[in-house]
Every structure is written in structure tokens, then in C-alpha cells.
């Protein structure tokens, strides 16, 4: 159950990182209050989860989706750049997500 918990939390983690963008600054006040919202629920499960996970698989495993998860919207949202050499270290953090995973 930790693991989706963590899950969650980094898809939480996920959506905070976009709100950022919407929020342009905190002066628009309801992407402010989801963008918050979602900043407090992510913590918080990445701290639920951390009851049974290892600190160092834990955080790293929630920075992890968030790192991917934002890179993905990014592209999907915004046009961002699928250039190779970003798409390979997007698959050597995905690598590095797996063998943590795989090693606990």
C-alpha cells in the first residue's frame, strides 16, 4: 500500500509543479489555492508512505515521478522539446526510478 500511496503523492507532486505555471506568480488566486492544496496533499502522502519506505527510495522515487510527470505534461501541454538527448535522460531517470524499485 506505501507504494501507491507514493504513487499518488508524486502524481500530486505533479500536478502542483504545473499549477505553478497557471498560478503566473500566485497572483491568480484559484490556481493559487490548488496549486497549495496539491503542494499539502503530495507532502502529505509522501509522508504516509515514508512510514514504511526507506527515506532515500521514498524521496527519490516521488521526485522521481514528479520529474517525469512534469516532463511529460510539458510536452503534452506546452509543446516542449522531444529532443533526443532530453528524451535519453528522461529514460536514464526512469532507469534509476526502476532499479530503485527493483533493490528494495
Not at 38 to 50: H, I, K, R, W
Request: glycine share 12%; aromatic share 10%; charged share 10%.
Amino acid at each position: 500500500m506505501s507504494w501507491i500511496i507514493l504513487f499518488v503523492a508524486g502524481l500530486f507532486e505533479v500536478a502542483w509543479a504545473v499549477g505553478l505555471k497557471y498560478t503566473e506568480g500566485f497572483t491568480r488566486p484559484l490556481p493559487t489555492v490548488l496549486t497549495v492544496l496539491a503542494m499539502a496533499t503530495s507532502v502529505g502522502l509522501l509522508g504516509l508512505a515514508m512510514k514504511n519506505l526507506p527515506l532515500g527510495t521514498a524521496y527519490a522515487i516521488w521526485t522521481g515521478i514528479g520529474a517525469l510527470g512534469t516532463v511529460a505534461v510539458g510536452i503534452w501541454l506546452f509543446g516542449e522539446s522531444m529532443a533526443p538527448v532530453r528524451m535519453l535522460s528522461v529514460a536514464l531517470i526512469l532507469c534509476g526510478l526502476v532499479g530503485l524499485k527493483l533493490s528494495h
